[in-house]
């Protein structure tokens, strides 16, 4: 099942394992430009608030009603990245693994195909936790993303249109499916995992009105999605669990909700000149997938916007990020790591 | 109370066929207790241990604590302190809730409703 606890999406299967519980936030983070450069990780500014769709009935569209799940508000342009925390089963020390899939406008982020319940081994259209702590984005190459950016749903820049022709869905998807408990319990004996955190930093800056949003790859970032390490049939497919997130513009939130929406995030290049750090993450022992042909080919939104002749996108410079906290796992204890030279 | 230690023992068996680890002996060195005091509680002959205690074998066991809990006729710390500020009201929510079905008991936490995509 799944429940809405201060502001996280938590997906728990008491029927596969009393400590299969699975969290996930949606992150506001700062929009990386979206020029020829590939960025670091951008930080985490807090949580993006979360309700229930039931709970504004009679100010939500019918359609939102009929889909179900939660929303969120977002200012157009504003960039998101979803953070995964699985619970850490005591008698095992270690976190109960989860495969996840994450879809935007029903466009598979991680192989850019159309949503199918149930999950894909070939080509892999889900990823794998807690081996993958965060997603920022689109997976366009082999450890290339391009970011989750809202831009209003029917102008032609989300995923979702720029594969489909159609703004029809919008939103967020995600779809949870836990290992099986033999294979947890066979698989992890005895382990310890450490934890992980992007910084939270509180900032301000502007905004802009549309109605449902949908989201549209930005700038280019460094980060691996990871190959799933288990057997295909160690996942427990008979019992996913699965949520529809609406993205709601922020202006739309205020009047849905009749409470703020946060304040939007400042920019890279101030956020960087602030000398505020941004984030690397490597696991030595994973491989990467490489990424999908289909988002490979998205134009990114200021590729389009050019091509379209307009301006869309708050101005954002080029930024220099030059305090880069490095994330690194997967070593085995005295391995010394071969750079790239 | 050999509900409990009868569960205790069915549960722990299940693990050992699987994992030395958890004989009685094994087991009860990880929670903090004596193996005679474990081995009695399993066969009734000691009421069930303390909270603490329960909560250990239940991590130990991947168990769910509020079962183990419940069998061994207590309620958890912090649920416990949850009815303490309004008694009357959760006597009386739990009274009601005692014969709905599940799907009804689960709409009231407020699971996340799936739609028609």
Not at chain 1, 6 to 25: G, R
Not at chain 1, 131 to 140: A, C, I, S, T
Not at chain 2, 89 to 97: G, H
């Amino acid at each position: 099942m799944i429940e809405l606890k201060s502001d996280q999406l938590v997906f728990t299967f008491p029927e596969v394992h009393p400590q299969a519980k699975l969290s996930i936030s949606f992150q506001r983070t700062l929009r990386i430009p979206d020029d020829d450069n590939t960025y670091p990780l951008p930080p985490g500014l807090g949580e993006f608030p979360l309700r229930h769709v039931d709970d504004f009935a009679e100010s939500v569209s019918a359609q939102w009603l009929k889909r179900g799940g939660v929303m969120l508000p977002m200012y157009q342009s504003e960039a998101m990245w979803l953070n995964f925390d699985s619970e850490f089963v005591d008698g095992h020390d270690a976190a109960y693994p989860f495969a996840i899939k994450i879809a935007a406008g029903k466009q598979c982020a991680v192989s850019g195909q159309a949503w199918q319940n149930g999950l894909r081994r070939e080509s892999q259209d889900y990823l794998v936790v807690p081996e993958q702590p965060w997603l920022d984005g689109f997976v366009v190459e082999k450890g290339l993303i391009r970011q989750f950016v809202a831009m209003p749903l029917g102008s032609g820049y989300s995923a979702e249109e720029q594969i489909t022709g159609n703004a029809e869905y919008g939103g967020l998807q995600i779809a949870v499916c836990p290992m099986k408990r033999d294979v947890f319990e066979r698989r992890f004996p005895k382990r310890r995992e450490v934890g992980r955190s992007r910084s939270i930093i509180m900032s301000e800056l502007h905004c802009k009105v549309a109605p449902d949003m949908g989201l549209a790859p930005g700038g280019m970032m460094r980060q691996e999605v990871y190959d799933d390490p288990y057997d295909f049939t160690d996942w427990q497919t008979a019992v996913s669990s699965r949520c529809f997130v609406h993205l709601c513009n922020s202006m739309v939130w205020q009047s849905i909700t009749n409470s703020p929406p946060p304040h939007p995030a400042p920019t890279a290049k101030s956020y960087s000149q602030a000398g505020l750090p941004w984030f690397e993450y490597y696991d030595d022992s994973k491989s990467a997938l490489n990424g999908s042909g289909v988002l490979a080919q998205l134009q990114s939104i200021a590729q389009k916007s050019a091509a379209k002749g307009e301006v869309v996108l708050p101005e954002n410079a080029t930024a220099t990020p030059e305090k880069i906290v490095e994330y690194r796992t997967g070593l085995r204890q005295g391995q010394v790591r071969e750079g790239n030279f | 109370m050999s509900s409990f230690g009868d569960h205790l023992r069915k549960l722990r068996e299940q693990r050992r066929a699987d994992d030395a680890s958890f004989s009685v002996r094994q087991l009860a060195v990880r929670v903090g207790v004596e193996p005679s005091y474990l081995s009695k509680v399993e066969r009734g002959q000691q009421p069930p241990p303390s909270e603490k205690t329960i909560l250990a074998i239940a991590a130990e066991l991947g168990e769910d604590p509020d079962v183990l809990l419940a069998l061994a006729g207590k309620v958890s710390g912090d649920l416990q302190e949850v009815i303490l500020r309004r008694p009357q009201l959760f006597a009386e929510l739990i009274r009601q809730l005692k014969d709905m079905p599940d799907h009804a008991v689960l709409r009231i936490v407020r699971e996340v409703r799936d739609g028609e995509w």
